[in-house]
């Protein structure tokens, strides 16, 4: 049987698109981006969900399973796992609950009110860390991603971030956008992103990366230079048609660890641990207050060492959100790579430890809040 007769076909199929908590079905055509199979295999399934044997189930799926067609559906990885599930079950119940679930996954667009991700198919979504432990084995360095600006991040931090917490067209802040890791990305994903930066080095090359970057979405992404803690947010988002943003993705310097520029503003060259929490609570403000209501702002962070002790400015910094209303939705440890510096002379800084009775650092933070609706 040919179970999918082109791609005409495999477009003019259509689904439901369930919504928000309720749960309320649209019907939309499927030719958003999933990978939804056409109907001969539906059909075919809801025939063999009828059967009144678990043995004439299993016989109508083995047959089904050697159909060569069924190979060449693009989804047919998760088709088969699916199958499988069901032909193993002991009971026509069982089965059938599969088949259903199938049958759903195959015809029904279940989406989150703030991301594009089809929780009918959840199971394909092996790319998202859910879990409050990221060990990141190798920064990706594709396209125009490189490590080249010293306190970059991953791009994998915001791709993860955009992917969970945004749909495409949405607008993304980075309120110290650096390189543009989060930029580049956001042109890949297709999110809109506004970056600002206080160093003319760092928007300069932001602007280099992102004009050698593709645009497959057609979506704006660029940084402007100035004061985070000063600039007038609703106005820049107004004069690039926002009225405001759906994510926040900040990445402040890890206090004075690495100093970025002499310009007073800068946080780095904050003269106290006071001066900077209060830098980067106005800044954070300013970001929430152009922020939905329900959408997520995200904190990149790491601790410092100094004096002979621990400064925990991670969760100094977490507070320091927390205060302005944000509700604090996890606490992510992200594993961190030494400096090229700091690994050179790795077995120096393992003596200096056990010397000095403390541990080198390893993780970083990702703090991740939510505004109130
Ligand atoms: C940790 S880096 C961000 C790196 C970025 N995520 C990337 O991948 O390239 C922090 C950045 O904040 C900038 N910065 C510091 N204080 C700032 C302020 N008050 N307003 C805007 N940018 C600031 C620094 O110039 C630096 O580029």
Known sequence: MNWDTGKSQYLSATTRRMTGKAQEETEVPANDGYMLSSGPLVD??????????????????????????????????????????????????????????????????????????????????????????????????????????????????PRQLMKRFTKKGDWVLDPFSGSGTTLIESLRLGRNCIGVDLSQDAVDL????????????????????????????????????????????????????????????????????????????????????????GRYLALVIGDKYTGGEWIPLGFRAMSVVQERGMLLKSVIVKNYDATRGKRRQEELWRYRALLGGFYLFKHEYIFLFQKPV
């Open 44 to 157: 075919s399934l809801r025939k063999i969900r009828n059967l009144e044997t678990v043995g004439e189930i299993r016989r109508e799926i083995s047959s089904l399973r050697e159909e060569r067609d069924l190979l060449d559906l693009p989804d047919s990885a998760f088709i088969a796992e699916e199958l499988r599930q069901a032909y193993e079950a002991y009971t026509v119940e069982r089965a059938r609950y599969y088949i259903d679930r199938l049958v759903k996954s195959l015809t029904v667009v279940r989406e989150g009110k703030i991301n594009d991700l089809n929780l009918n198919r959840w199971k394909e979504l092996d790319d998202l860390i859910t879990d409050s432990l990221w060990i990141l084995e190798n920064r990706d360095r594709s396209g125009t991603h490189n490590a080249g600006y010293w306190g970059n991040f991953v791009p994998q931090i």
């Open 206 to 293: 932001a602007a280099r990366n992102l004009e050698k970057s593709e645009n497959p979405y057609g979506v704006y992404a660029g940084t402007t230079l100035g004061d985070s803690s000063l600039v007038d947010f609703p106005s820049m988002l107004k004069s690039r048609g926002a009225g405001s943003v759906q994510l926040v993705i900040m990445h402040p310097p890890y206090w004075d660890i690495i100093k970025f520029t002499d310009n007073r503003g800068d946080l780095s060259n904050s003269t106290s641990l006071d001066a900077f929490l209060n830098g980067l609570g106005n800044v954070a403000e300013k970001c929430i207050n152009v922020l939905d209501r």
